[in-house]
């Protein structure tokens, strides 16, 4: 399984549901990356999504103790489940947000990561893979500049 994140200078990833900084090329990023999988997201998350509807061309897939549901999203209960779900994918991508990723972070092998060169306030965290000594940076996929922040798209895998 894999990941997809934005994180700032600081690891952070939002603040009140949202992310603090978009930068266009990590929304393109984000879409060509997921496009066709299964993407596994929780409610803040989802609450953040353009008019709280599934993304286009992806099979949404909804990870919440609530029980709430969503129209055109498939609801999980537990990690397990979304795991579970997942082997029926072709490739499967947990999007967020902070709880889902410290959740489903020890089923993944694969990490996209856009670093922010930014250092907004957060209130939301991601683990710093840089210090975790079970992950590696495999690759720069690219980096550039947009609207005077410096961003890299980089690649971790598990060791």
């Known amino acids: 399984m894999e990941l997809i994140v934005a994180v700032y200078e600081d690891w952070g ?3 009140e549901g949202t992310q603090p900084i978009t930068l266009a090329a990590d929304r393109k990023f984000f879409r060509e990356m997921t496009r066709g999988c299964m993407v596994i997201a929780g ?16 099979v949404n897939v909804l990870l919440t103790r609530s029980g709430k549901e969503f129209p055109g999203f498939t609801a999980c ?15 499967a991508m947990v999007i967020g947000g902070g709880s889902v990723y410290r959740q489903m972070l020890p089923y ?6 856009t670093k ?4 907004p306030v957060s ?3 991601f683990p710093n893979l840089q210090e975790d ?7 720069k996929l690219q980096s550039g500049e ?7 798209m980089l690649l971790y895998k598990r060791k």
């Open 13 to 15: 990833i939002g603040r």
């Open 43 to 58: 409610r803040r998350t989802i609450a953040d999504f353009p008019g709280q509807k599934p993304l286009p061309g992806r």
């Open 77 to 91: 209960s537990s990690p397990g489940e979304a795991v579970e779900l997942a082997k029926q994918a072709q490739r």
């Open 108 to 113: 993944c092998d694969t990490a996209y990561i």
């Open 116 to 119: 922010i060169h930014a250092d």
């Open 123 to 125: 209130d939301t965290w």
């Open 133 to 139: 000594a079970g992950w590696y940076l495999a690759e």
């Open 146 to 152: 947009e609207n005077g922040i410096a961003y890299e």
